[in-house]
């Protein structure tokens, strides 16, 4: 399984970006697909995910500003970031469980990072 990144750039607050992770090796209508981030100093923190049936959910700290899709034809994950702020910046990193984990039976699936058994390597976001 791979997991790569692309997407990550320098923008001014207020601005929007879209990350994209294209994966390989996994169908992604089997797994539970995430986004989590690190920013410099601090733990990592899960940001959004989507579960196989299409269910999503958000951290606080990004609800109304980003939004998590995929492409199944292209087995492509997405996050569009809008209104983006300065404490946005980190690294962000595209992550897939191995056991299809339902979003509505495990609401708190951001906060159980050690569900998602593949990961890839970030893509760095910076706003200022």
């Known amino acids: 399984v791979q997991l790569v990144e692309s997407g990550g750039d320098s923008v001014q607050a207020g601005g929007s970006l879209r990350l994209s992770c294209t994966a390989s090796g996994l169908t992604f209508g089997s797994h539970c697909m995430a986004w989590f981030r690190q920013a410099p100093g601090k733990k990592r923190e899960g940001v959004a995910a989507?579960?196989?049936?299409?269910?999503?959910t958000y951290a606080d700290s990004v609800k109304g500003r980003f939004t998590i899709s995929h492409d199944d034809a292209k087995n492509t994950l997405y996050l569009q970031m809008n209104s983006l702020k300065p404490e946005d910046t980190a690294m962000y990193y595209c992550a897939a469980d191995s056991r299809g984990t339902s979003i509505k039976l495990l609401p708190s699936i951001l906060f159980r990072e050690f569900e998602f058994n593949f990961w890839g390597r970030g893509t760095q976001v910076t706003v200022s």
């Open positions: 989507i579960d196989i049936d299409g269910a999503t």
